[in-house]
Structure formats: C-alpha cells, structure tokens
C-alpha cells in the first residue's frame, strides 16, 4: 500500500480513564473520530477499551461510515502522528506505528512479524458502513507501554493491505 492511497483519517485519540464504581477497578477508555482525509466528512467513531492491566487485550468497536459501498478492503491501521482537532489530513499521520522495527503483516500475526499498528483489513457494506468490533492484545492502551497507541492516528485506506505477502517492493514496510 503506497501513501497516495491514504483516505479516511482520525483526529488524535483522546482518552481518559473511567473507575467503574461496581468494580472499583479501572478502564482505559480512548475514542477515536475519523473524517474523510482532508475534509470534516465524518467517517465513523472508534472506542478502545482495555482493563488497567498491562498485557491484556483492548477491545476495538464502532461503526465506520462514508466508506465506498461494497468495497471489500480497507487497510486498517495506527499510524506514528496523532493529527491536531480539525486537521485531518491523512500525510501528516506519518508512517504506520511500529516501535520495535518489525515487518508489515497482519493483525493475527505475531509481535515479530506485524507493527504494532497492523490491524489488517475492514469491509464496507452496501450502505458503506463498516461495523468494527475485535480484541488485539498487541496495541495497548497503557500509557506505560511501548506499544501504547494513545496520541496516534488511525488511517482507514481506500486500498487493500496485501498483509505483507504481496510481491511488491514495499510489501513488506507498508503492504
Ligand atoms: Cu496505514
């Protein structure tokens, strides 16, 4: 997947930690608003959930929308930059999130062989919608962790993300 093929965008993640009152036990709860790239075109809401342990999954749902109908693959990723309330242009969300220098894969891949921000591919629907709902246990939400994906970006694209197993030059740094 080549830059120019970027498209839909979130604005900085913002989170904020809720304490259950049932459970007296704390959440991390970020939210993710996405837009059309370069444009206040919503595109959807992502919220991220994780129990305040470190290590355990984060639970990603949400409905994204304003997608092309019936296209069939998205790549799906976090990218390094968080981007400023307004501005949702998807060049400056730099490359994907990849603390610990490994190759471009898929979201079931394992930490050596995926970046932290793989999250694979989505599918719209007719209406160009995309329901989003799975659990990662390599992004964090933890600020204390180095796969922690608070303050990035996260870039919907137009293309598909060949997951690392395509033949192109680049397959492997960006699918
Ligand atoms: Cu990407």
Redesign the pocket.
Known sequence: ?RFVS?YYVLSVIIFFIDVSSSFEMKTWVARADLHADSSSLPAGTLIFTQADFLGSPVRVTGTLINLIPNTKYH?F?V?MFGLPNGEWNCSKAGD?WNPYSTIHGDRYDSIERRHV?DLGNIWSDQFGSAIIDFEDSIIQLHTTSSSSILDKSI?V?KDEDDLGRGMYSDSKI?G
Request: charged content about 0%.
């Open positions: 997947m970027l790549g990723h990218h994907h921000g870039v694209h960006t």
